[in-house]
């Protein structure tokens, strides 16, 4: 392999660990129907992977850290500047609760406005490498106006199916990024049902999240960049709005690859989940020690990003939670609505409602003593307030 190579070796199911060829199309375990995660040669990769040479990398995109990315072409590793996100301190949000280190990974700089930008822009080049020209995607928005943005660059098509109350400026971007846009009456989880059987019947390949393995690989580079922006030592809490959840375990991913590769140690961050209080899923099986998340029924919230009644990988998500002493909190809608317009006023910067999830969930957490003074916490804004016009 050349210096601008992936080490990519195979797929693994993160189950029942049954290995696939990561050179054929892959979607879900086809023992046990769950989630299949990219593993690569740590050992080779040890060679050209160093702090030092990271270092010295001019690549600020979600391939600086090729070698255990899954494209293993270069030409195939489309970009349109995603990743590199800035850490920003926050001068004033926390004063009240004494808390000293209180940091915002800005995701709401990416191309499309939001963190989706990492995990299409990975599928969308694995798929490119895989002879794919047709995609397919139900969303709730935002991962199907990143979905479009990356097939136009690309010169391949996207057929993307979202609930009807879709934000119409959403909708707006999908269709002129010339992508076939379906609405499609109820939530996420329908719109997920019809992208499938249409994506079936016409050989498209899913994006849908989680349900093939490389959009995770797209999210985890959240991790990579916060390692080395907080040289080396992970923050002590990382707080994390969830739908489906491709984000935090998709950093859990990457904290193990990293500690393998020698770039940091084996303590880890207590992983926070946030979601709606009309959606919680994952709140609820970790509050009743379970491992996986029942559906939620009738969903609701306004915050549609994370307003997702069911995850596939939601034995990944609890996972990240429980082995790192993390916890899982839901916030009401009226709590979202206030946070966005508090931060806005006391920091300057416009969030979209999942990201101000957040923000409400860490003073939650600094009320109840989950959260302590001394403590290194990093909100994911996982997108720009711009992006969700109708919502302020």
């Given at each position: 392999m050349d210096n601008s190579s992936s080490y990519i070796e195979n797929l693994i199911c993160t189950n029942c660990g049954k290995e696939f060829d990561a050179n054929e199309r892959n979607g879900l375990c086809t023992s046990c129907g769950k989630v299949l995660y990219p593993k690569y040669n740590l050992e080779k990769t040890k060679e050209t992977l160093s702090k030092q040479n990271i270092q010295n990398r001019k690549v600020y995109n979600i391939w600086r850290l090729h070698e255990i990315m899954p494209v293993k072409e270069q030409k195939f590793r489309i970009t349109l500047g995603e990743g590199w996100t800035p850490i920003v301190k926050l001068n004033n949000f926390g004063k009240d609760?004494?808390?000293?280190?209180?940091?915002?990974?800005?995701?709401?700089?990416?191309?499309?406005?939001?963190?989706?930008?990492?995990?299409?822009?990975?599928?969308?080049?694995?798929?490119?490498?895989?002879?794919?020209e047709d995609f397919v995607i139900p969303s709730a928005g935002n991962a199907g106006a990143a979905l479009s943005a990356y097939t136009a660059h690309a010169g391949v098509k996207a057929h993307v199916y979202v609930p009807k109350d879709t934000p119409e400026l959403i909708q707006k971007e999908i269709?002129?990024?010339?992508?076939?846009?379906?609405?499609?009456?109820?939530?996420?989880?329908?719109?997920?049902?019809?992208?499938?059987?249409?994506?079936i019947k016409n050989n498209w390949f899913s994006v849908s999240t989680l349900k093939e393995p490389y959009r995770v690989e797209g999210k985890k580079t959240m991790g990579l960049e916060l390692a080395e922006q907080f040289n080396w030592i992970l923050p002590d809490i990382i707080i994390y709005p969830t739908g489906g959840g491709t984000g935090i375990v998709g950093m859990w991913k990457a904290f193990e690859e990293m500690e393998t590769l020698g770039l940091i140690g084996s303590e880890r961050p207590k992983m926070v989940s946030v979601q709606p209080s009309g959606c919680q899923p994952i709140?609820?099986?970790?509050?009743?020690?379970?491992?996986y998340a029942?559906?939620?029924?009738?969903?609701?919230?306004?915050?549609?990003?994370?307003?997702?009644?069911?995850?596939?990988?939601?034995?990944?998500?609890?996972?990240?939670?429980?082995?790192?002493?993390?916890?899982?909190?839901?916030?009401?809608?009226?709590?979202?609505?206030?946070?966005?317009?508090?931060?806005?006023?006391?920091?300057?910067?416009?969030?979209?409602?999942?990201?101000?999830?957040?923000?409400?969930?860490?003073?939650?957490?600094?009320?109840?003593?989950?959260?302590?003074?001394?403590?290194?916490?990093?909100?994911?804004?996982?997108?720009?307030?711009?992006?969700?016009?109708?919502?302020?």
């Open positions: 609760f004494k808390l000293n280190q209180v940091y915002l990974k800005d995701e709401g700089q990416n191309p499309t406005g939001t963190f989706k930008s990492r995990g299409l822009c990975a599928a969308v080049s694995k798929g490119l490498e895989l002879g794919v269709k002129h990024m010339g992508a076939e846009l379906t609405l499609i009456e109820g939530l996420i989880s329908d719109a997920g049902r019809v992208a499938k059987e249409e994506g709140v609820r099986a970790f509050k009743n020690g379970e491992k029942t559906p939620w029924d009738n969903a609701h919230s306004f915050a549609s990003g994370i307003r997702v009644p069911g995850a596939i990988g939601d034995y990944l998500i609890l996972n990240a939670i429980r082995e790192s002493s993390g916890t899982a909190v839901a916030v009401d809608d009226s709590e979202i609505k206030e946070s966005m317009y508090s931060f806005a006023k006391t920091e300057g910067i416009m969030v979209c409602p999942e990201a101000a999830a957040t923000v409400a969930a860490t003073v939650k957490l600094t009320n109840e003593g989950f959260i302590d003074s001394n403590d290194s916490v990093v909100l994911f804004i996982t997108g720009s307030g711009l992006t969700t016009p109708n919502d302020w």
